[in-house]
């Protein structure tokens, strides 16, 4: 347990110091003053400042995340030169979104090791000639809602070891045969992401709400595929680009449900679902656990740019504002709107732990 505190600790800190250094390397760039660069967040255990007048450097109480403080970033000194507020519309625009950026890249360059060295992906006559597989399975991709799968324990992640003693190498082959032998009975083992060897006879039935006869769980063929280094490196921006896209889909649908329906369909997890999973990834294998730190980083950005205060989007949506008004938000709205938005992140990040330790805890 402690080894996956620790693990996930220095994960999260790996992503968030990646953002923050972005706005740190692209502010300097700008000609702003950073006045300090943290990591953790305060109170302050201690700080170092090379220089006079220069960036102080800090440590802090709580190990988790970090920031960048720049000079005038709240609006003030705005007669400064090397203020935030004194800069061109499109050198803070610049900054904001240089945090996503790096994290963008960051799950670009981790891609692109794990095409390398081997990353987990789905085995489909898709895969290309040219690539090298190894470590191939069969694992449970899906369980519906109180079926038979579900009753048994199988959840999303297992791994399939046989089924009526036989091991399988094709999830059509699987499939068919649950679908032949279902109604009388299948004695299946897997290996649970635990790591537990479980053996269940389960027997298809009928789910009444979705009209579905069988055992509820979908199975699909996986394995590490790993490519030529300047294959790789396509692979890697490629999955890199149809992950984002597939993330920011995720969020607008949330949005979506929440604002229509008042509701979210979706499984979020917070930092102690997180932590569960980055353990439970780790004991995979170091394969995994790239490519799970690469969907976080994507993760991390995509949230960050959100158009919502208190988010590095919410930020870039004021400058929009000020470029079209051809005047900055006032400093009373801007500082309201990013302290109810603030406020409203963490009201979540509260609901969402204690249901992560809910769940995660039974």
């Known amino acids: 347990m402690i080894w996956t505190i620790i693990l996930f600790i220095a994960l999260l800190s790996l992503l968030v110091f990646v953002h923050e250094l972005g706005h740190f390397c692209v502010a300097r760039r700008m000609g702003m003053k950073v006045e300090e660069f943290g990591f ?3 109170p302050r255990l201690f700080g170092i400042r090379p220089k006079p007048e220069g960036t102080i450097y ?19 000194e705005t007669q400064e030169p090397d203020s935030f507020a004194s800069k061109a519309v499109w050198k803070r625009f610049l900054v904001l979104v240089a945090g996503v950026a790096m994290n963008i890249a960051l799950a670009a360059f981790l891609f692109i ?21 190894i470590d191939e399975k069969i694992q449970v991709y899906s369980v519906l ?16 070891i046989s089924v009526d003693g036989q091991v399988f190498a094709e999830s059509e082959e699987v499939r068919n045969y649950i679908q032949t032998h279902g ?42 595929v790993s490519y030529p280094i300047h294959k790789a490196i396509v692979q890697g921006m490629v999955a890199t680009a149809a992950l984002t896209w597939d993330i920011t889909k995720a969020f607008g649908q949330i949005i979506k449900d929440v604002v229509i329906h008042q509701k979210v369909e979706a499984e979020l997890s917070g930092p102690v679902g997180i932590a569960v999973m980055t353990g439970e990834v780790a004991q995979m294998g170091w394969t995994y656990l790239i490519h799970f730190a690469a969907v976080l980083s994507l993760n ?20 929009l504002v000020e470029k079209i008004r051809r005047k900055p938000v006032g400093e009373s709205l801007r500082s309201l709107a990013n302290n109810l938005g603030f406020a409203f992140l963490i009201i979540l990040a509260v609901i969402v732990t204690y249901r992560d330790v809910i769940n995660f805890g039974a």
């Open 40 to 42: 953790g967040f305060p």
């Open 58 to 76: 800090s440590i802090n109480c709580i190990p988790i995340g970090g920031f960048v403080r720049i000079k005038g970033e709240g609006g003030g």
């Open 113 to 133: 090791m794990g095409f390398t060295f081997g990353i987990p992906s789905v085995i489909t006559d898709d895969v290309p000639a040219s690539a090298h597989i």
């Open 145 to 160: 809602s109180q079926s038979p799968a579900e009753m048994a324990g199988m959840v999303p992640g297992d791994i399939l």
């Open 183 to 224: 109604d009388e009975g299948i004695l299946m083992t897997w290996k649970q992401t635990s790591g537990e060897i479980k053996t269940v006879a389960i027997t298809a039935a009928d789910l009444t709400e979705m009209d579905f006869h069988g055992l509820g769980v979908g199975f699909v063929k996986t394995g590490l």
């Open 300 to 319: 991390l950005a995509v949230i960050n740019i959100l158009p919502f205060p208190a988010l590095d989007g919410g930020h870039v949506v004021f400058l």
